[in-house]
């Protein structure tokens, strides 16, 4: 219930602007709350009208100000649908600023390490000449975009060229999905290109490794040295290929490399030592 105390002042051409009721079944009472107000004509449109405890009972009548009615629930729902476009403008506003701080930080950090302080620096562990055969290689905006993927008939193709994914055995296949569900697929290069390569370091929403013959998914599996995916965020990746109409019914979802079974090994020891009360569970 919406209570009016005090003293209101109102704009005719903003209460029409608001609330039009030409038509409406508020206008018989827009009607009795004009006519109860004694004001000049000609000034109605620039002048505020100033009205007595009379017109407040009036305005409380109104069938806007009652819960029940359906004009007073019309304007709450519209309230909350812009409430929830403004938040979601906001957060998408805070998402873009952070991107952009990131690749600036990264540029900054390529340029000390480059051009700057940062490039007389040589570690005994890491020599300079090591460091730079294993610079692992960013991608930005631009450069991202080819390998971009999509899925049309439950086939994985590039958006840019329309090429059907077909792996192959002499390499290594990487995939990231990012947290807008931009898919990106790539051949690994030790060293130089990996998970990490696609979003700049960024966050996923999934990562792992796959296998493609002629745009038809046969294997995937999470794996990723550096972003350790969860099962839960896996299975979230499937459930998006679902959604993509990827049939699953034949796919390989489990390790077919016996280095990545090794390093999902070592992962499950290490999370067990991390929580030793976990395994008696």
């Not at 077919?256 to 079974?261: I, V």
Request: charged letters at 25%; hydrophobic letters at 35%.
């Amino acid at each position: 219930m919406v209570v009016v105390k005090g003293s209101v002042s109102i704009n005719r051409g903003e209460l029409e602007r608001t609330m039009p009721i030409t038509g409406s079944p508020l206008k018989k009472e827009t009607d009795a709350i004009t006519k109860s107000v004694s004001i000049n004509n000609k000034e109605m449109d620039n002048q505020p009208l100033n009205l007595d405890n009379h017109s407040f009972e009036t305005i409380q009548k109104l069938r806007i100000f009652y819960p029940t009615s359906p004009e007073h629930q019309a304007a709450v729902r519209l309230q909350k649908v812009y409430k929830s476009y403004r938040t979601r403008r906001i957060l998408a506003d805070c998402a873009i600023l952070v991107d952009q701080s990131w690749y600036v930080s990264i540029d900054q950090y390529k340029s000390w390490l480059d051009i700057g302080e940062g490039k007389e620096i040589n570690l005994e562990a890491c020599p300079r000449s090591k460091f730079q055969r294993q610079c692992i290689k960013y991608l930005g905006p631009t450069e991202r975009k080819a390998y971009e993927v999509v899925m049309e008939q439950g086939k994985l193709l590039y958006k840019m060229t329309g090429e059907l994914i077909h792996t192959t055995e002499d390499a290594k296949s990487i995939f990231v999905l990012d947290t807008s569900k931009t898919l990106y697929v790539g051949k690994k290069k030790k060293g130089t290109f990996q998970h990490s390569s696609f979003l700049a370091g960024g966050v996923t929403a999934a990562a792992g490794r796959l296998i493609v013959e002629t745009g038809i998914l046969k294997a995937v599996w999470p794996h990723s040295g550096h972003y350790w995916p969860t099962e839960e965020k896996f299975q979230d990746f499937l459930s998006f290929l679902r959604e993509n109409n990827v049939d699953l019914t034949d796919v390989e979802t489990s390790s077919l490399d016996e280095e990545d079974r090794m390093l999902c090994k070592r992962r499950s020891s290490d999370c067990l030592r991390s929580n030793p009360l976990d395994q008696n569970h």
